[in-house]
């Protein structure tokens, strides 16, 4: 199967941007590739992503938003994601697995545990070989994230009602999870400027597990 690497980060670390950047940097070596994004990426997920980043549904308890990035995760899965590995082209998809441990677990306080074996039921073992974990200080995130927001037409502003505190237990699950699993998940500094930590990026590609040959 094609590489499948999964970017993690908290709201306004810059992982979309990388993505292009990567996206852009492997159409020019002709890799097969394909982006995928959480929540999202299908037409069942694209409706989840509505309910779930409305800025008013504030009603939405922490197990019920559990359940639906999960559902959003498994029909990615299993509609895009592995289809597209099977096919050969690599997947660089925008959050994965990680991300429900560090908002719902570390941020929201759902059991983790529970989360665990959820994540364990929804993926079937389809691990990213590679994730690349954007780190950043949440103030400088937050900000940059609530800037974007201001000129976004789009309606998804429910986590950026967030408190910085929020973020901060966020930040704190994503490094633990790297801490856990170095070997799987890279961590990158998000201070960085874009062209630098995209360079990065590349090199960690280069010398990670994956099969990088042809970059
Ligand atoms: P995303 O689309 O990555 O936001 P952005 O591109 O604006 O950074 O994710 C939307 C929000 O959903 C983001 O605040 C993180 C949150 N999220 C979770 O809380 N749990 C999850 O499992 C996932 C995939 C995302």
Same mark, same amino acid.
């Given at each position: 199967m094609a590489p499948f690497i999964s970017f993690e980060g908290i709201d306004g670390s810059g992982k979309t941007t990388q993505i292009k950047l990567l996206e852009k940097y492997l159409k020019s070596r002709d890799v097969p590739m394909v982006v995928a994004r959480e929540?999202?990426?299908t037409e069942v997920g694209e409706s989840i992503r509505q309910v779930l980043l409305k &800025?008013?549904?504030?009603?939405?308890r922490p197990l019920s938003e559990l359940l639906l990035y999960n559902a959003s995760r498994h029909q990615n899965l299993y509609q895009r994601v592995l289809p597209a590995l099977e096919a050969g082209y690599w997947v660089l998809s925008d959050?994965?697995?990680?991300a429900s441990m560090a908002?719902?677990?570390?941020? %929201?306080?759902?059991?983790v545990s529970l989360i665990d074996q959820l994540n364990n039921m929804v993926?079937?073992?389809?691990?990213?070989?590679l994730t690349v974990l954007i780190d950043m200080d949440p103030a400088l995130a937050v900000s940059r994230a609530q800037e974007r927001n201001r000129h976004d &037409?789009?309606?998804?502003? %429910?986590?950026? %009602?967030? &408190?910085l505190e929020f973020y901060q237990r966020v930040r704190q699950g994503y490094l633990e999870i790297a801490a856990n699993d170095p070997l799987r998940v890279r961590v990158v500094n998000g201070d960085k400027p874009i062209e630098t930590l995209h360079r990065e990026i590349v090199s960690l590609l280069k010398t990670s597990k994956i099969e990088s040959g042809c970059i």
């Open positions: 929540p999202g990426g &800025s008013g549904n504030t009603a939405l959050r994965y697995v990680d908002y719902q677990g570390y941020g %929201r306080g759902v059991d993926i079937n073992q389809h691990m990213p070989n &037409s789009t309606d998804e502003g %429910r986590f950026e %009602r967030e &408190s």
